[in-house]
């Protein structure tokens, strides 16, 4: 395996250095990733011609990645998506979750597990580069009890493939429920909206989402709505239907529960012949078609707009309307969380 790490200082914040980590192949394939949030810059995979270009969506600079106003790339934590009214209750305690998605909790709090810079261990084998993240989350940050461990692992393989492993062991019982946040577009170095792309999904439900995004408990059939994606579909047909869970969403903002399949969510890019696949153990994925972008430069030389990049947030279920799905991110103290999700990309 011929292959190059590059590690390069972005930044001191807090006495902190802010540090990409870059793993490029001989085939180039390349992975940047960031010790801040454990945001993921750069997935460079070649399109049908041998183009080299990023297929996640990205800033141009340093600063707008410690703002990060859409979490880009970023590892999700401790519970990623919603929870209703920032209200929880662990073995009979009742916690105030910041409701910094008013009036939810969002995507861990004021201080997610996305703004914590982590420390980074590199190891190397045959055909692959490990990315080892450590942190830790402590007793009563953002409000969730317990002192938490962490461990994001990135393993990077020359066959263009990331197995991520999120690993989590608590002193108190607690709510964890990680992800990651990266904006797929398989045109590369986005060109083009994701509504471009053809989407598959091994799901016969969704969560259903009242009218301020979070899930009522219930679950919504996807036959004949535009949420069914189990054969592929051009993601930008039905994005905009007359339908009251596109509308509360403006899109694709939603859980899918995903059958206990392997490869359960494939992205098709015809024009760039990009493909892209990913398996997860988790229950759900929340799908968001970045129907809100932010108005920060991207390394493009653009603007984000709007469904220009797609988010797979593998996940347990959202916790909703009276704290349905709770049980689903509860980690009881002592026992280990490990979530995995793979992705996978070649070229048709
Ligand atoms: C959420 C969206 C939100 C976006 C950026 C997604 O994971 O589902 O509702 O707008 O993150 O914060």
């Known amino acids: 395996m011929v292959m190059n790490l590059t590690k390069t200082l972005l930044k001191n914040i807090d006495n902190k250095e ?10 180039g394939f390349e992975v940047e990733i960031l010790n801040l949030g454990g945001i993921i810059t750069k997935i460079i995979t070649p399109d049908k011609n041998g183009n080299l270009e990023n297929i996640v969506v990205g800033y141009k600079d340093i600063e707008s990645y410690i703002q990060n106003p859409s979490y880009f790339g970023a590892i999700i934590g401790r519970t990623s998506g919603r929870i209703c009214e920032g209200k929880i209750s662990i073995d009979g305690v009742d916690y105030d979750l910041a409701k910094n998605y008013n009036p939810h909790q969002g995507h861990g709090g004021d201080k997610g597990f996305n703004s914590k810079i982590w420390d980074v261990k590199i190891l190397e084998e045959e055909n692959n580069v490990i990315l080892k993240l450590y942190t830790k989350s402590l007793d009563m940050e953002e409000n969730y009890p317990g002192n938490l461990d962490l461990c994001v692992t990135f393993k990077i393989y020359e066959d263009y493939k990331i197995e991520q ?15 990651n946040h990266s904006y797929f577009n398989l045109s590369g170095n986005i060109k083009r909206p994701i509504t471009d792309e053809y989407l598959k999904v091994d ?3 969704i969560l259903e989402l009242d009218e301020t995004c979070v899930p009522t408990g219930k679950k919504i059939s996807v036959e004949n709505t535009p949420f069914d994606f189990t054969k592929e579909m051009l993601i930008g047909e039905r994005i905009d239907d007359n339908n009251k869970q596109i509308q509360i969403g403006c899109g694709y903002d939603h859980a899918f529960i995903l059958n206990d399949t392997k490869n359960q969510i494939k992205l098709n890019d015809i024009i760039s012949g990009r493909n892209m696949i990913i ?43 009276n704290m349905c799905f709770i049980e689903d991110s509860l980690l009881n103290k002592g026992e280990k969380y490990i979530q995995k999700t793979i992705y996978k990309f070649f070229v048709n």
């Open 203 to 205: 799901c016969d439900y």
């Open 165 to 179: 492993t999120y690993e989590a062991i608590s002193d108190k019982t607690t709510l964890v429920n990680m992800t």
């Open 279 to 321: 398996d997860t153990d988790q229950d759900c994925v929340v799908i968001y078609s970045m129907n809100f972008p932010d108005d920060v430069e991207l390394y493009n030389g653009n603007k984000t707009q709007r469904r220009y990049g797609i988010c797979f947030e593998t996940q347990a279920a959202p916790i909703g309307r």
């Open 18 to 27: 802010i540090i990409s980590y870059n793993v490029r192949f001989d085939n």
